[in-house]
């Protein structure tokens, strides 16, 4: 299927409150099949442009195009995408990455430059994801409502930006790090500051929320005033308890405890002594996920944690297993991102991005 993308972004102030706004067309503008708009808080008209053709982009996945025509009013994208010009502010390399992953899934993309009078439909989004967020700050949708896709879901999701901590030195030695409270490295603190900058660019993100550990929360602060936003503590988003685990490497446990060790590997209902199984990680981080889906409704919230419980929303998004939890792999400082709609479907759109470090 060949489809029409044209997408827009604007900044009231460079930098300043921005927005953005993508259409998809059907082959000869007969038809919109797909609108996307969203304010995106502070940044430049530059970001905002690109949010705006990853959206497009995005929203021409879920409609299973395989030929895409691009059509903006920024030279500055166009050129980029195209290969002509290359990409030298650090707020956009991340995002033209993002966007050149997206195309890449096409059979064939085209990018066009038009005049702003020819952008009109864009350009109306995103003046009204921009008006939106003045008129209405707390209220506004991060995400307008999409047409169902392969699962079925419908309207806007709560988006969960899954930010796993930086390094310790527990992780520089590859020690089980659950309750205890090591602060990060002068690696990790880059890390953090890394990804933080990262998610600062994306922009869009309404809440930030982290678990109670110095490791996660300091990682999250970061990320919280490059968003200008505060931090909310979620005692339920902390690591797994592994009790006399705790400190030892794998090969330590598994020599201290080697029958238990071995079941613990294959069975999330079992618990290191004196600790806590995958099951109970499960629970509570379900009860966090709808406490914060209730909270937030449709937007967009940064989650910074752990690898068990972002493994475990992982988990839940795609409806799968206990086995997965053995299976994933996440990196210090990665970033994964899942939707949980309204009508009880989800999906995952990323797992373990690090490019930004």
């Not at 009013?73 to 995002?95: C, F, N, T």
């Not at 999701?157 to 930086?166: A, D, E, S």
């Not at 752990?306 to 299976?327: C, E, Q, S």
Request: hydrophobic share 40%; with cysteine; proline share 5%.
């Amino acid at each position: 299927m060949r489809v029409l993308v044209e997408a827009d972004g604007g900044s009231r102030g460079n930098p300043g409150p921005a927005g953005y706004g993508a259409v998809v067309f059907s082959a000869g503008r007969g038809e919109v099949l797909a609108e996307r708009k969203e304010a995106i808080g502070r940044t430049t008209n530059n970001v905002a442009e690109y949010r705006g053709l990853i959206a497009g982009l995005q929203a021409a996945v879920e409609l299973g195009a395989d030929e895409v025509e691009v059509s903006m009013d920024s030279k500055l994208v166009v050129e980029q995408m195209s290969g002509r010009w290359k990409v030298k502010h650090p707020d956009l390399i991340a995002l033209h990455r993002e966007a050149t992953a997206l195309a890449d899934g096409f059979g064939r993309v085209s990018y066009s430059w038009i005049p702003r009078e020819r952008n009109k439909h864009a350009d109306r989004l995103a003046n009204e994801a921009m008006d939106g967020a003045v008129a209405a700050p707390v209220a506004a949708p991060a995400t307008a409502p999409s047409p169902p896709g392969w699962t079925g879901a419908v309207g806007a999701p709560t988006r969960f930006l899954l930010l796993r901590h930086g390094q310790t030195e527990l992780s520089v030695h590859r020690r089980y790090s659950g309750r205890g409270n090591p602060p990060l490295t002068d690696v990790g603190r880059g890390q953090a500051a890394a990804a933080a900058a990262y998610v600062a660019a994306r922009g869009g993100i309404s809440t930030v929320v982290s678990s109670p550990l110095r490791r996660a929360y300091d990682t999250a602060s970061a990320a919280a005033s490059a968003l200008g936003l505060d931090v909310t503590v979620d005692d339920e988003l902390i690591e797994t308890d592994f009790g006399a685990w705790e400190g030892l490497t794998f090969q330590e446990a598994a020599e201290r405890d080697p029958e238990l060790h071995r079941q613990w590997l294959s069975d999330t209902g079992v618990a290191p002594p004196g600790g806590e199984s995958f099951d109970a990680v499960a629970a509570r981080v379900q009860r966090a996920r709808d406490r914060i889906v209730a909270s937030c409704g449709a937007g967009t919230v940064l989650l910074v944690s752990h690898v068990t419980p972002i493994k475990t929303m992982l988990r839940l998004a795609l409806d799968a297993g206990p086995g997965i939890l053995y299976r994933l792999h996440l990196d210090l400082a990665s970033l994964s991102i899942a939707e949980f709609f309204g009508d009880g479907g989800s999906a995952v759109r990323l797992v373990n991005q690090t490019d930004y470090l």
